[in-house]
């Protein structure tokens, strides 16, 4: 594959993608083929443009030179979000590459807008096109180069895990539409006289812009604090529980820095009775093995929990059958019974399934239970703390 052969030239250690260098290195490759492909592209379908007097070709010409400069901008995304943490951003610069991102989808809108108006104009003023079959020979070729530039972003998107070379794919897929509907247009007027390059000018141009909007809706997700990636999430937990003494997780918490710039915390329950000494060996072993190899930063709380038999047993389960008749209490954790005589305090934490709405306030829900509750067992008192999944 030709992608591979690109890889193998430029590239060195190519597998090793968790380093930070050759990483850079895959971004770098993208961004100077995304500029030489679009540079030479919009050549040619200005040249085309010109010729013809097509606004549509004209309009497609300069959205490849706005993807030129996309790709200029995701080089420079690149070379900073690869900065080194400072004091003022402890976590690095990662996320710099989602911006550099969101620039490039401001840049793809502004190009549809400004094509929207040239567009309409040459609706109302219409000028001929001019057939000819070279300048429509060109434009076929420029559709595969832009196929074929969609599927190495992909490629290279894919392996890196770059929302920013992703990004590139789709628009460039999209223009592979938006060039389709151009040169449709532009065999239609061998044989009409009709406005029909304005009218594909426009859909282009329309067009253009939805791209633009997907693309900022994509890129400003990781920024706003999207949920993590959820194979993420099953290592972290599944890695942790491998753990000895380690019983259960709850409370994993995922921050995105940047591509692979990920702190996360977790807690862990852990038998009550066990050495704090041998625990803090067997925690500490755990959050820096699963940090080194999923290449984030990981904390693990501890929680103590005690062994569900006698009185708390009962408790528990009568605690479960309140909880099971609402649907949208998802489930429970760090059960204990704390105090001695008549009056005890039950603690425990409330998840919430973030699906379902209880049409409730948080202070109202731990009202209910704790009413429920104290119908059951005058005696205890319910400490209760309102709990959702952030995954």
């Known amino acids: ?85 400072d ?25 549809g807008l400004q094509f929207i108006k040239t567009s309409f104009n040459k609706i109302v003023n219409p000028e001929p096109v001019i057939f000819d079959f070279i300048p429509f ?29 992703k990004a590139a794919s789709v628009d ?51 920024l706003l604090g999207e949920a993590p990636d959820p194979e993420l ?25 940047g591509p692979g710039k990920c702190m996360a915390s977790i807690h862990a329950e852990i038998p009550s009775d066990i050495s704090v000494v041998a625990i803090h060996e067997i925690i500490d072993k755990a959050e820096r093995e699963i940090s080194a190899e999923l290449k984030i930063y990981l904390v693990i709380h501890i929680d103590p929990v005690c062994n569900i038999e006698g009185e708390v047993k009962e408790a528990y389960d009568e605690i479960q059958k309140v909880i099971d008749e609402y649907d949208f209490i998802e489930s429970i954790h760090d059960f204990r019974v704390v105090g001695e005589g008549k009056i005890k305090n039950l603690i425990f934490d409330v998840v919430l399934d973030v ?8 202070e109202a829900l731990i009202d209910l239970i704790s009413e429920r509750v104290k119908k059951i067992h005058p005696c205890y008192n319910c400490v209760i703390t309102i709990d959702k999944h952030y995954v």
């Open 1 to 85: 594959m030709f992608f591979e052969l690109l890889i193998n030239k430029f590239i060195k250690d190519k597998n090793n993608i968790k380093n930070d260098k050759v990483r850079n290195s895959y971004g770098l490759l993208g961004g100077i083929v995304g500029i030489l492909v679009n540079v030479l592209l919009f050549i040619i379908k200005l040249s085309v443009g010109v010729i013809v007097s097509s606004i549509a070709i004209t309009a497609d010409a300069f959205n490849n030179l706005s993807d030129a400069a996309s790709s200029l901008i995701t080089i420079l995304g690149f070379k900073l979000s690869s900065m080194p943490a």
């Open 87 to 111: 004091k003022e951003h402890p976590f690095g610069h990662g996320r710099l590459e989602y911006l550099s991102a969101l620039i490039v989808a401001f840049m793809v809108m502004l190009v």
């Open 137 to 165: 020979i060109l434009l076929f070729v420029s559709i595969f180069l832009k196929l074929w530039l969609s599927k190495f972003n992909k490629y290279v998107g894919d392996k890196i895990n770059s929302s920013a070379l």
């Open 172 to 222: 460039a897929l999209g223009d592979v539409f938006t060039t389709s509907c151009v040169v449709l247009s532009f065999l239609a007027s061998k044989f009409t006289a009709l406005p029909i390059d304005g009218y594909v000018g426009l859909a282009v141009a329309i067009f253009i812009v939805y791209s633009g909007f997907n693309l900022v809706k994509d890129t400003i997700n990781p």
């Open 233 to 257: 999430v099953k290592s972290i937990e599944e890695k942790v529980l491998s753990y000895e003494n380690i019983l259960g997780t709850h409370d994993l918490i995922v921050h995105n820095y």
């Open 355 to 362: 699906t379902k709405d209880s049409h409730l306030s948080n």
